[in-house]
């Protein structure tokens, strides 16, 4: 498996990706508006790094590089816990010292990935299907004191 930046000849099974990930994962949402599209849309202007197994897209990270911000961080659900997500993380890591991340309350499977790969809790925002925690990284653990304390919210 390899980490990659994002090309153009990518497009169409990133977006197959993006579409198939949100409808396996967000069962709680209404999700009969997705589109192949959103991806373009969503990733707009974002540094996006894809990870492939072979020559198949397994999995891509996108950050929003003018405030560290991981946007997006889906897998194909046929290659979860395999550490394709940890080595998305990874090669953002590499470049970026601090990042932060909203994660959707009710998906506890994503909380506690980013919070085994060294985010923490900052923020709750939202509320019922729209609550959301702000999550934060930085490489210097000094940083790192900000207590889970939104747990059990």
Not at 60 to 86: K, M, Q
Request: contains cysteine.
């Amino acid at each position: 498996m390899e980490i990659r930046a994002f090309d153009s000849d990518l497009l169409v099974p990133l977006r197959q990706l993006y579409l198939e990930t949100r409808l396996a994962t967000f069962v709680w949402l209404d999700c009969s508006g997705f589109t192949l599209t959103d991806f373009d849309r969503d990733t707009e202007g974002e540094r996006i790094w894809v990870a492939m197994d072979s020559a198949r897209v397994v999995g891509f990270l996108s950050v929003w590089e003018p405030a560290n911000f991981i946007h997006h961080l889906y897998v194909c659900t046929d290659s979860l816990r395999t550490g394709i997500g940890t080595k998305l993380l990874d090669a953002c890591k590499s470049t970026h010292a601090e990042l932060s991340l909203k994660c959707l309350a009710q998906n506890q499977q994503a909380i506690s990935f980013y919070k085994s790969s060294g985010f923490v809790i900052h923020s709750a925002e939202g509320s019922g299907l729209e609550r959301y925690y702000l999550m934060q990284y930085s490489r210097d653990t000094r940083y790192n004191y900000v207590v889970d304390r939104l747990d059990g919210y």
